[in-house]
């Protein structure tokens, strides 16, 4: 048996302010810090040792990574970034309050937007120009991304890097976002194309899941840190 932990990052500014992020680079809040800092306290609770830690490129995703490594004395640990993380690219919608958008284009189509597993936001014009994704092909920076779309750009890095460290018995930890975890449950779990759209991943709430040898789901389990008000 191995053990895989699954790590939303802490609350972000655009979170607290209900925005569409993507690969928009934003800052954890004074609350989301101390989000990481009781996950990790929680993770250290249950004891498991890793030996790697896989997060994205995104600052938020980082510092939440680094605050749990520090918090289960395990910042020796490799961390391995990977545009492959990254949240799901929300296109034209970025930087746009949530709420502002139902208005805009009514609660149905935003829903479908944010939850069914095919839907594509509206497209950027361009692709983002930043010197983390230089060396990627033109046609690997999305304009805007369905979660099935985030599935397969996740999919590769799952296969060449986290499953053969599982499969030799080493435990992960994966420290990412909420599209792009759901779609890494989601394949865990055989979840369905339509069942996909109930499945939330909060904030700082480590997901424990323990894989047999075919790195099948023997248990799982979600730690629910107590966290100070998030008037912080």
Request: glycine share 6%.
């Amino acid at each position: 048996m191995v053990k895989l932990v699954l790590l939303r990052h802490g609350q972000s500014a655009a979170n607290k302010l209900n925005m569409y992020t993507g690969w928009s680079d934003v800052p954890l809040t004074k609350y989301g810090e101390l989000e990481a800092h009781a996950a990790g306290q929680a993770l250290a609770q249950v004891g498991i040792n890793f030996t790697a830690i896989h997060t994205s490129v995104l600052v938020r995703a980082i510092k939440t990574a680094n605050i749990v490594a520090e918090e289960i004395h395990q910042l020796y640990l490799p961390l391995f970034k990977t545009w492959r993380l990254n949240e799901r690219h929300y296109g034209a919608l970025r930087g746009l309050n949530k709420d502002w958008t139902r208005e805009k284009f009514g609660a149905e189509q935003v829903a479908l937007w944010r939850r069914s597993f095919f839907a594509v936001p509206p497209q950027l014009s361009s692709p983002d120009h930043d010197r983390r994704y230089q060396d990627l092909p033109n046609d690997a920076l999305p304009l805007a991304e369905s979660l099935a779309m985030a599935y397969q750009r996740i999919l590769p890095y799952w296969q060449d890097q986290i499953a053969p460290q599982l499969r030799a018995g080493n435990n992960q930890l994966v420290v990412a976002h909420g599209s792009t975890l759901r779609a890494m449950i989601k394949y865990l779990e055989q979840i369905s194309d339509t069942d996909i759209d109930g499945v939330e991943v909060a904030n700082g709430e480590p997901i424990v899941y323990t894989l047999n040898d075919q790195l099948q789901v023997v248990d799982k389990q979600i730690l629910r840190p107590q966290t100070e008000s998030s008037t912080l």
